[in-house]
């Protein structure tokens, strides 16, 4: 099992530049997430899912979104990126059910000039 | 809405010596409570979990934690720091709905 995968390792953009944040997961989960972490801030909530075709906003979906069209996958996108959403970004995924744990990606760091 | 409270930043222990990182939370009711430990340039890894049951709670590398409802608290507890505990340590809250709610972190710097 590969667990959970993230590309790219690492990104530069400029202000206005679109681009996608690829998650994946072999290990048949269906609740899959994306989180960023800033200094001082701890990991915050961007956007979630339950299951493919269902996402929901976590706690700061603003400027980010999501499809869930497969188990396996669940891309993050930002369509026109700004300064403030240079952070580094985790995705995890985790098997339904509140008895559970999630697994973590290697994150990707961002940065947006 | 669930909160997290890790009041210290920064800790610094020496090698050897025992280490507590406190944790706080808010919420209405139980919820799940976890700890996780993020080496520089990793990602999360989880070192223990409540759920019910039993307050003190075993995890992996050594580490306990011992949830006190009294005191809306799940600190974090190891009796003999190693330099691999070097690390920012984080722990979050899960209401259920797996929403989860993770604390600003603390960084632990051991020293020889």
């Known amino acids: 099992n590969a667990g959970v995968t993230q590309t790219p390792k690492f990104q530069v953009l400029k202000t206005g530049q679109s681009m996608t944040l690829q998650c994946a997961q072999d290990m048949n989960h269906e609740y899959m997430s994306w989180y960023r972490q800033d200094p001082g801030m701890g990991l915050r909530l961007i956007h979630y899912?339950?299951?493919?075709?269902?996402?929901d906003q976590g706690e700061v979906p603003n400027g980010y979104n999501v499809s869930r069209s497969t188990t396996e996958d669940f891309p993050l996108r930002l369509l026109s990126a700004a300064p403030s959403q240079t952070s580094v970004y985790f995705c995890?995924?985790?098997?339904?059910?509140?008895?559970?744990?999630?697994?973590f990606g290697p994150g990707t760091r961002l940065t947006v000039l | 809405a669930q909160s997290v409270t890790q009041p210290d930043i920064h800790i610094t222990v020496s090698e050897g010596a025992s280490l507590e990182l406190r944790c706080n939370y808010s919420?209405?009711?139980?919820?799940?409570l976890f700890w996780y430990v993020q080496s520089p340039g990793q990602g999360l890894q989880l070192l223990l979990k409540y759920f019910s049951g039993d307050t003190l709670v075993q995890g992996i590398k050594g580490f306990e934690a011992e949830f006190k409802r009294s005191q809306s608290s799940f600190n974090l507890r190891k009796p003999s720091v190693h330099w691999s505990d070097a690390a920012e340590y984080f722990c979050?809250?899960?209401?259920?709905?797996?929403?989860?709610?993770f604390g600003i972190g603390t960084k632990l710097q051991v020293i020889p």
């Open positions: 899912s339950v299951g493919a075709g269902i996402t």
């Open positions: 919420y209405g009711a139980t919820p799940y």
């Open positions: 995890a995924s985790s098997t339904t059910g509140n008895l559970d744990t999630q697994y």
């Open positions: 979050a809250v899960d209401p259920g709905y797996q929403k989860v709610t």
